[in-house]
């Protein structure tokens, strides 16, 4: 299922639903509502969160980068066949949120 996040600040931002999910969470909203708003005053809090997020995704990914970079090696997992991790994903919805806030309209999706 793809989920479609809507401002009239940015473009549109298209996401399978297994990686909107977990942002949507972030985002301190329920990632099982088929529909949701991020309203303007919501946009700082929800901003922060993905920052953190992205953040800890960074941290995590760096802690075990050099256990896993010699495996991901071997099994042909490296350069672009590389995974795309959470905080990667996170990007693009973090700067539609931004440009939400400075332009104060929400954000939407499933509408």
């Known amino acids: 299922m793809l989920i479609v996040f809507k401002s009239d600040a940015a473009a549109d931002v298209i996401m399978f639903g297994d990686a909107a999910r977990p942002l949507i969470a972030a985002m301190g909203k329920d990632p099982d509502d088929a529909k949701g708003i991020v309203t303007v005053e919501q946009l700082p809090g929800a901003i922060a969160r993905l920052q953190a997020l992205i953040e800890e995704e960074k941290a995590r990914a760096a802690a075990s980068a050099e256990e896993d970079e010699e495996a991901a090696r071997e ?16 990007w693009p919805l973090l700067d ?11 954000v939407v999706w499933g509408v």
């Open 96 to 106: 539609m949120l931004q440009y939400s806030a400075k332009e104060g309209v929400p």
């Open 75 to 90: 099994a042909g997992r490296s350069g672009m066949a590389a995974p795309v991790n959470l905080a990667q994903r996170a």
